[in-house]
């Protein structure tokens, strides 16, 4: 008969744990299915792939087959007396028998007089990204979260299935920052524990603030006769009102910052407050009426022109 490597098959050592040969399996039969694969030879791999699992998954089965020893795959070879004393129904039977259908066999004339307990299997840990509005990192609050998880049916074949979750967001939560879900990742098998799903949260973009960091910044618009006179402007921050007090003579693309008004401070202390910016735009009117255009000129012929640092050379 032809020996086959089921290690080899399922591409784990020898010494790999009923846990690394699980992962295996499930990530191969995955990868081979049927309905998934577009491998031409991807049936027979998964067929392959079921065997070697067959027999590496049961205890009793994997101590049989590592007491065969390590062999070439594809290589001849006879099995052991104790084989054939308790599955031969005469000499040289083995010649047409599949190392699988030993295993079989195997498995049915113990079945009843060994008893093997299997261990618990804890189920694995996935790891999410989910993108949650500034509005909720500023404020906390809950948000819905719907995600595509590995599955398995009764059978072992894996699937995806969407499981919707209710999560809470903190107040001051950043970007990058993980949220642990326990019980909420893979199945345990045989009494073992799920595993864990860990969302980790991206700031969406926002339609008037941008993030860096901790910090915030937004432009502010105001009008020439507010840069050069001074004013006090109010801005609503999420449900929170700021006065800023813009100094005469301010300049476009000058930043006021605004402390501690940025991303609040996380309630476990993992972060501290940010800032705000307020980036100064200078906005002139698109139109001009007759009244503003003639201010406009008295204005220039008392107000000093800025100093420019770059020389402009005539076209003749």
């Not at 027979?44 to 020893?69: C, M, T």
């Not at 007396?81 to 047409?96: K, L």
Request: hydrophobic fraction near 35%; charge should be neutral.
């Amino acid at each position: 008969m032809k020996y086959k490597d089921y290690y080899e098959v399922l591409g784990v050592p020898r010494s790999a744990s009923e846990a690394e040969i699980k992962k295996a399996y499930r990530r191969l039969a995955h990868e081979y299915h049927p309905d998934i694969s577009k491998d031409p030879a991807g049936e027979e791999k998964f067929k392959a792939v079921a065997e070697a699992y067959a027999v590496l998954k049961s205890k009793e089965k994997k101590d049989e087959y590592d007491r065969l020893g390590q062999q070439p795959a594809g290589n001849e070879f006879s099995p052991p007396p104790r084989w054939q004393d308790e599955f031969s129904s005469g000499p040289g039977s083995f010649d047409d028998v599949d190392l699988s259908d030993m295993f079989k066999a195997f498995n049915r004339s113990h079945r009843g007089n060994y008893r093997h307990e299997p261990e618990p299997l804890q189920g694995e840990d996935y790891s999410v990204s989910v993108g949650v509005t500034l509005d909720k990192v500023m404020n906390g609050g809950e948000a819905e979260v719907a995600v595509e998880l590995p599955d398995y049916d009764k059978n072992g074949l894996p699937h995806r299935r969407l499981h919707t979750f209710q999560i809470q967001i903190p107040v001051g939560a950043g970007e990058g920052q993980r949220l642990r879900l326990a019980g909420k990742g893979g199945v345990g098998s045989d009494g073992g524990k799920n595993g864990d799903l860990y969302v980790k949260l991206k700031i969406l973009p926002h339609a008037i603030f941008r993030v860096a960091g901790r910090d915030l910044y937004v432009d502010l618009p105001i009008s020439p006769s507010e840069a050069a006179l001074g004013c006090e402007v109010t801005m609503a921050i999420f449900g929170v009102h700021l006065k800023i007090m813009i100094k005469a003579g301010t300049s476009s693309g000058q930043h006021l910052r605004l402390a501690h008004k940025g991303l609040p401070a996380a309630k476990k202390g993992a972060f501290k407050s940010g800032d705000l910016y307020a980036l100064i735009r200078i906005v002139v009117p698109p139109q001009l009426t007759d009244k503003q255009r003639s201010l406009y000129e008295q204005l220039a012929l008392v107000t000093e022109k800025p100093k420019r640092d770059f020389i402009i050379e005539e076209h003749r």
